[in-house]
Nanobody, 122 residues
Framework: QVQLVESGGGLVQAGGSLRLSCAAS???????MGWFRQAPGKEQEFVAI????????VYADSVKGRFTISRDNAKNTLYLQMNSLKAEDTAVYSC????????????????WGQGTQVTVSS
């Protein structure tokens, strides 16, 4: 069983930066991990995923070049560095872990955090 807890969300002006963290209670080195977000009235969408080793990453086109996903397996922690934030990045951001090792599809994820709110003012 893995429990995930996000932190680092908040209110920021457009153009600013935030760093989200996702701390796991269990060992997550054998799981692929990802960040997803859901804005009010919209479906949940994939933001970024990272392989078990951290070597491989994939980003949604909407965040490519602005966001960076990374992980520290020794600390069982996942990160999302968000730069050049835009109003359309406003959403609840959730981290997730998948035994599948590599997926951008939410239903393939086995464990989820409770989410952290990111609000970008324009």
């Amino acid at each position: 069983q893995v429990q995930l807890v996000e932190s680092g969300g908040g209110l920021v002006q457009a153009g600013g930066s935030l760093r989200l963290s996702c701390a796991a209670s269990g060992r997550t080195a054998t799981y692929g991990m990802g960040w997803f977000r859901q804005a009010p009235g919209k479906e949940q969408e994939f933001v970024a995923i990272i392989s078990r080793s951290g070597v491989s990453t994939v980003y949604a086109d909407s965040v490519k070049g602005r966001f960076t996903i990374s992980r520290d397996n020794a600390k069982n922690t996942l990160y999302l560095q968000m730069n050049s934030l835009k109003a359309e990045d406003t959403a609840v951001y959730s981290c997730a872990a998948t035994r599948a090792g590599w997926s951008s599809v939410p239903v393939e994820y086995d464990y989820w955090g409770q989410g952290t709110q990111v609000t970008v003012s324009s």
